[in-house]
């Protein structure tokens, strides 16, 4: 696909940006003249000192129109970087990751590259995202829905259930590696990842030799790692849509320890399998005939504390010993409906319903508070230290974990008298969104900020229309991607320019950081935060990749070499030297990951060459730490080589290539010859972190502890700083030691199945840092 914006090379500079590009070139706009007459309608080209160049739809000549000139200005609709055209109906468009083989020494882009899959009417498509060239074509693949295609996490694999078959392909050819049936499957009936540390998943099939066999396979080779056809009693709940059984919507696979799983998708109970044969090793046999406590129907997952499974059933919630399944209280715990969530804290077991809060002991199952705690109206719940936060009914509180006690810390008046939707806690306080607000207040009761993004409304016409036709139409909705939140509306931009937009937000202060426009009140799109574009699905043939101009997506294609995407991002608007980050700028990257291409093109747009991050680094500093020396000399004149800063980044070099004793000798030189230099904490981070990798734990604990030390808590590596001691502790064997760091008031313990998991293995004096675990943080 070619791009939709010719390169315009400017004899002058665009126009001083803001934060992000509030006007982008190539942008369709309607504009209204003070004098009055024809409105002007049409293309964006550039901005030339005050004066903005628009070429008029239909015409070959420009306008130049000065800012004093504009009565109102509409944009009508954001530039893309390209379109794909099918000749078919699209009924989908998905994104998956694809692995990039990497050496560990050296940054070179992202660890992974990506992929867009399209579903026609006629085909299935794998598109490149950077051009919106077709990659690869599968005729045979005709009219999938999206139901029937799953992208197996990031392995580089996709699974297509079709009728009783499952297909796995490779993405990167669209090929296929094996299907269900080569693995004896008369029928396959769902299939989920394992919870191990590998590339494993689960399938549920007919067999000749039963109805619910049980396999484990290797998703890459479809090599059966064993067989199990008598673990289901009772046939497992499977769910269907459009013709297409799955099993997503169960209790997900729960791993209790590094050789074993419990899998509960079956009214016979809970059952205990060893991950390495499938042999079953108990059966939860006091949840017999109870039904099933689906995500779906609002449960609360399994989670584990000190050995124990905590399970929810019906209105109660059990207790089973993870080593044989019997029951580890006296008797269940009722409550008044059923659990949705539940937290282990060094205080108690936190559960909660959806308008009450306990605290149990999870030795005995008895209430540790006087009385439950009633919040109507309650939404999500975050746990911070020993205080529960919640919103709800239009307030703030925290519980305190110790007694129950709660205290009021804020009441929200949303605009259109809308309750709060989503909750979450950031170091800068609580932020708080319902479909059309966003508000931040911080744990004092202060609101920081209060923003309002009404949707656009309809004409009376359209209300008719879709009133007549009996159509339900659903408005594109408020979505959290990644840590940005983006809303719908149709309000006006900061600037005062209309149009129907999707507004990204960054929640830490408020600030718009990117908008998209668009050319109708509800459009059909899907955002993409690792690349920070939206494809917008224009019309039944036609996908669009918009770019948000938010620094993001050029600071995306300049770290992986898409020096096209560079040129389109910088024709657009965006800034060459912007600041992001800890003063990173987009050469930083580039130097960084070794991309010379796209470091010339930053240049020639005036990027700096010499620009220091808040650390200190300089992009030449970062080329040549990471082994890119032609594009270190091209940066600029070599650091002295007994400087501080040279041993920075040699220790830092040595580290990466696995030298933990030379690394560890260098940044100790350096520290003598210059301890306060910026770049330290960054330095002695990285040290700890490989030390811990390369099996020399205790060897690098010293670094470790300087790299908290010297991290400031508002810094974006200070959360990484103490993972990696946590890590490197746990080796040395201090596990409680670890279990603070990933404790800290990250909230990671509420989160069961990644830090929480660990934070509960470390607790009950286990060490999750298993080889695999090491090898997966590797990679």
Known sequence: MKPLLPLILLAAPLFAQAPRVALPVGARVKIDNEAGGQPIEGTVLAWRRDTLLVQPQGRGDTVRVAPDAVKKLRIVESPALWRYTSASEINFHSSADLPRPRDRTSAAGDAYDRLLLVGTKTELAGVDPVTGAVVWTRKDLADLKGVSLDVAWNTGFAIITRRDTMEIIDLRTGLKRWDSGSLSFLAARGWLP???????????????????????????????????????????????????????????????????????????????????????????????????????????????????????????????????????????????????????????????????????????????????????????????????????????????????????????????????????????????????????????????????????????????????????????????????????????????????????????????????????????????????????????????ALPFLDGDDLIYAVRNGQRGIVEHLLAMGEDAGARGTDDWTPLHYAALNGQADVARVLIGHGAKADAKTRAGWTPRMLAARERHDSLAQALGTPADSSSAGAAAANGWRLARQGRIAEALAEVSRGAVLDSTLGLWPDVWGTVCWEGALAGQAAAVLAVCDRAVERTPPDDANFGSARVWRAIARALAGNLDGAAADLEGDCGCADDNRSLGGWVAALRQGRNPFSPAVLERLRR
Not at 215 to 229: F, I, T
Not at 317 to 342: E, M, Q, S
Not at 485 to 512: C, H, L, N
């Open 194 to 544: 394992s919870p191990a540390a590998d590339t494993a998943m689960l399938i549920l099939g007919r067999t000749a030799g039963s109805a619910s066999t049980l396999m484990a396979v290797d998703v890459a080779s479809g090599k059966m790692r064993w067989r199990q056809d008598s673990a289901f009693r009772v046939e497992p709940k499977v769910f269907e849509s459009g013709g297409v059984s799955y099993l997503f919507g169960n209790q997900s696979p729960f791993a209790d320890s590094d050789t074993t799983f419990v899998l509960y998708l079956s009214t016979d109970g809970p059952i205990r399998l060893d991950s390495r044969t499938g042999r079953v090793l108990w059966r939860g046999t006091t949840l017999g005939a109870a039904k099933l406590p689906l995500p779906a129907d609002g449960y609360a997952s399994i989670v584990e504390q000190l050995g124990v499974l905590f399970v929810p059933s019906g209105d109660s919630l059990l207790a089973l010993h993870g080593n044989d399944g019997t029951a580890a209280w006296p008797a269940a715990h009722r409550f008044k409906n059923h659990v949705f969530r539940i937290v282990p804290t060094p205080k108690g077991l936190l559960v909660r319903g959806y308008e009450w809060f306990d605290l149990l002991n999870p030795a005995t199952g008895v209430s540790l508070w006087r009385a439950p705690v009633a919040l109507k109206n309650a939404t999500w719940d975050i746990r911070r230290g020993d205080t529960d936060y919640v919103a709800g009914d239009k307030r703030v509180v925290a519980i305190n974990l110790a007694d129950g006690t709660v205290r009021t810390i804020a009441t929200v008046d949303f605009k259109g008298g809308e309750r709060p939707t989503n909750f979450t806690v950031w170091k800068q306080g609580l932020i708080l969104n319902s479909w059309h607000n966003l508000a931040l207040v911080d744990r004092q009761g202060t609101v920081r900020y209060q923003r309002e993004y009404p949707s656009p409304k309809l004409s009376f016409g359209e209300a008719l229309r879709n009133s007549a036709a009996g159509s339900d139409i659903m408005r594109p909705t408020t979505r959290w991607v990644g840590s940005r939140i983006f809303f719908y509306t149709g309000a006006k931009d900061e600037q005062g320019r209309e149009g129907f937009s999707v507004v990204e937000v960054d929640p830490a202060d408020g600030r718009e950081v990117g908008r998209l426009w668009f050319n109708e009140r509800m459009p059909s799109y899907r955002l993409d935060d690792v690349a920070s574009v939206a494809y917008y699905h224009r019309d039944d043939h036609t996908l669009d």
